[in-house]
């Protein structure tokens, strides 16, 4: 580093200054952090997890740590209350630390005990979303989609038409066929779920069954497990092929759900206010107000350090 103004040696003022550890605020300083906390955890006996950079996992006969980091934050959790506060006490023997105590709010997400699991939220994070865009007055609707509106050739104001980059924004990308548009879909969950496939394994959670992918479509789901590549579908890269490839090996099912049983439909389609709650309540949203009447203590567990 250059000699910083007016701490210049007069007897050497050419030379520079050898850094014993990185500046904040240099672009190497993440890498350097992200190395020396690195360096610690894996000499205390973690392990880097493979599925997630961020996470370090320890294990010890039966007492288990999972240390995840943020940047500078740091989430921790363990099935041994005592022996949080002493990796606490040792990894403060090393780095400047804050200890928040039990977790409440971590990265937009609201973390709320209740008697049988924890529940997540992020309706402050939303909140906080329509504040910075200026809606948070607006009035809350029932469903997302209208279900009587069409869009017409000259409806709202031109250059483009108001209604239509209005649904565009909804549109995930451009397919020649419905069998074509699912498939795509099926690949896309196919991925993610095989990511978490892994973390789930290196947290010590073993899945008895292969996943199942419900889908709406036959053809699509046909064309999972059918090895013939049909003319219409050559055209389809080739990395979302090996959803096959896995159907194959018996690591994934992929089987028929009837449309109106579809529950990511209330996520893509306009549907009438009752089917989107019954569907809505089916994948798991729930009130929050309703949540919160049933908290009834803190996790002990689980810290958040700064």
């Known amino acids: ?43 205390h006996g973690f392990v880097n997890a493979i599925s997630d950079a961020s996470l370090f996992l320890f294990k010890n006969g039966t007492t288990v ?14 099935n041994n209350s005592t022996l949080v506060a002493k990796f ?28 049988t699991s924890l529940f997540l939220s992020q309706q402050k994070y939303i909140h906080d979303l329509l504040i910075n865009a200026k809606m948070d007055g607006a009035k809350a ?11 017409m050739l000259h409806d709202g104001s031109p250059s483009p038409r108001m209604p239509h980059p209005t ?8 397919s020649r066929s419905s069998i074509e548009a699912e498939y795509r879909a099926i690949a896309t969950t196919t991925s993610e779920l095989t990511w978490i496939q892994s973390l789930l394994r290196e947290l010590g ?24 590549l049909h003319s219409r579908m050559k055209h389809i890269d080739i990395d979302f092929q090996f959803v096959r490839d896995r159907v194959t090996r018996g690591l994934l099912q992929v089987s028929h759900v009837s449309t109106t049983d579809q529950l990511a439909d209330a996520l893509t389609k306009p549907l009438p206010r009752p089917h989107f709650h019954l569907l809505r309540s089916k994948i798991g949203v729930s009130d929050g107000a309703t949540v919160l009447r049933g908290r009834i203590r803190e996790s002990p567990t689980s810290k958040e350090i700064s």
């Open 1 to 43: 580093m250059v000699q910083p103004p007016g701490f210049v040696d007069s007897n050497h003022p050419s030379h520079v200054c050898k850094l014993r550890k990185s500046l904040y605020g240099l672009k190497q300083a993440p890498r350097a952090w992200y190395k020396e906390l690195h360096s610690f955890l894996l000499s």
């Open 65 to 78: 740590i999972y240390f995840l980091v943020y940047v500078d934050d740091f989430l921790i959790t363990c």
């Open 88 to 115: 606490i006490q040792l990894l403060a023997t090393r780095f400047s630390v804050k200890d928040l105590g039990s977790l409440h709010y971590f990265l937009g997400v609201e973390v709320l005990p209740t008697a």
């Open 141 to 151: 609707v029932s469903t997302p989609l209208s279900t009587t509106d069409s869009l």
């Open 167 to 174: 649904v565009v924004l909804l549109v995930r990308s451009v």
């Open 205 to 228: 959670i073993p899945l008895p069954t292969p996943p199942v992918v419900s889908c709406d479509n036959i053809g699509a789901m046909f064309y999972c497990a059918n090895p013939v």
